[in-house]
C-alpha cells in the first residue's frame, strides 16, 4: 500500500505543527503535510524553528515553494537532515504572493523551470521528491498541456504527483474563490494515470466524504484531503478504520493525550488559542458541538488560559 494513499493536503495558516500532532492523535497512518515554507525563509530566517515538528507527527511531508534551483536543492537537503520523509514542491498555489515570488501555480507555465528544480532536488536528496499542482493555469488547460507537463517532471526524477483537479486563475480569482469556483475535472486526473501507470497519481479537490475516496480509489492511487479534514477532523477516525483497520481514539481520548502537549506548549509561551483553533471542529455533528466550538472561541485567547478552558469546553455527551 503506498504512502499516498490518504494523505491531508499542506494548507497556509492550518497545518501547522500544533495541527499535525493533534491530527496524528485521530490517525496514526495517514500522511501529514506541513504548509508552504519559501526557499526564502529557510535559508534568510529561523530554519529550525521553521523545520521543527515532533517525531509522533511522522509520516510526514515538507512542502516548499520556490523556483530556484539550487535553492531548493538547499531546502531539501535541509528537509532530509531533519527528518521528513517527502520533499514536496508547490506548483499549485494561486495567490498574488506567490505569483511575486515566482512560484505556485505560474510554475505551470513554465515546465522546464519545475524540471530544472525537481532534478537538482533529486540529485541531493534520497527520500522522494513529490510535486502538487493544478489540472491547468489560465487559457492553457488542456489534457495535451497537462500531459505534457508530466512528462516532463517525471524524467526529471519525479514519481508521485500529487493533482488538483480544478484549473488555477491567477487573475481575477482569490485563492479561496480558486478553491470552489474552477469547476473539478477528476476524468482528467484518471486520464493520467491510465497514460502515465508508471507513476503514483494523487487526486486532491472537492473530496469529503469515505464514499467520494471510495469512488476515487478505484482510478487513482490516492487521495489528499484538505478543507474537509480541518473543518472535520474526525473524518480521519473513519477512514483510518476503513482504509487501515485500525481503531481510533474517541474524541473525549484524543483531548486526554491532547492534554499534556498543550500543557508543555503552554510552558513554552504557546498561547491556548494556537492550538485550540484547531480542535474547534472535533464535534462537528455531535451534540454539543456548538457549545464547544463557542466555549473555546470565547476563553482561549485569554493571555492566562490554559488546559482547564478545554476540560471545561468538552461536550456532557463526551465527558
Known amino acids: 500500500m503506498t504512502i499516498h494513499r ?38 534568510h530566517g529561523d530554519a529550525s524553528s ?25 531546502c531539501a537537503k535541509m528537509g532530509e537532515e531533519c527528518g521528513y520523509d517527502e ?21 505551470m507555465l513554465m515546465p522546464h523551470v519545475v524540471a530544472d528544480c525537481i532534478a537538482a532536488m533529486c540529485a541531493v536528496v534520497s527520500i522522494p521528491v513529490t510535486v502538487k499542482c493544478r489540472i491547468g493555469v489560465d487559457a492553457q488547460d488542456s489534457y495535451e498541456h497537462l500531459s505534457h507537463f508530466i512528462r516532463l517532471i517525471a524524467s526529471a526524477g519525479c514519481r508521485v504527483f500529487i493533482i488538483h483537479a480544478r484549473k488555477a486563475w491567477l487573475t481575477g480569482l482569490s485563492p479561496k474563490e480558486n478553491r470552489d469556483i474552477p469547476p473539478l475535472h477528476y476524468p482528467l486526473v484518471w486520464q493520467i494515470k491510465k497514460d502515465f501507470p508508471h507513476l503514483t497519481i494523487v487526486i486532491n479537490g472537492g473530496i469529503k466524504t469515505i464514499a467520494d475516496i471510495d469512488e476515487q ?12 479534514a480541518y473543518s472535520n477532523p474526525y473524518l480521519l477516525a473513519d477512514i483510518q478504520q476503513k482504509y487501515f483497520d485500525q481503531l481510533c ?20 509561551r504557546v498561547r491556548l488559542a494556537a492550538i485550540t483553533r484547531h480542535i474547534l471542529g472535533l464535534f462537528q455533528g455531535q ?33
Open 6 to 43: 490518504i494523505s491531508v493536503a499542506p494548507m497556509m495558516d492550518c497545518t501547522d505543527k500544533h495541527d499535525r500532532y493533534f491530527l496524528r492523535l485521530i490517525s496514526s497512518r495517514i500522511l501529514l503535510y506541513t504548509e508552504m515554507i519559501t526557499t526564502h525563509a529557510l535559508i
Open 50 to 74: 521553521l523545520l521543527d515538528f515532533n517525531r509522533v507527527e511522522k509520516p510526514i511531508a515538507l512542502q516548499l515553494g520556490g523556483s530556484k534551483p539550487h535553492q531548493l536543492a538547499q
Open 87 to 107: 520533499i514536496n514542491l508547490n506548483v499549485g498555489c494561486p495567490s498574488d504572493r506567490v505569483q511575486s515570488g515566482r512560484f505556485g501555480a505560474c510554475l
Open 217 to 228: 480509489l478505484v482510478h487513482v492511487d490516492g487521495v489528499m484531503i484538505g478543507r474537509a
Open 249 to 268: 481514539l474517541t474524541r473525549h481520548e484524543v483531548i486526554d493525550r491532547l492534554l499534556p502537549y498543550i500543557r508543555d506548549q503552554l510552558h513554552n
Open 287 to 319: 451534540r454539543g458541538a456548538a457549545a464547544w466550538r463557542r466555549y473555546l472561541s470565547q476563553y482561549a485567547h485569554d493571555a492566562h488560559a490554559g488546559v482547564e478552558v478545554v476540560c471545561a469546553a468538552i461536550p456532557f455527551n463526551e465527558r
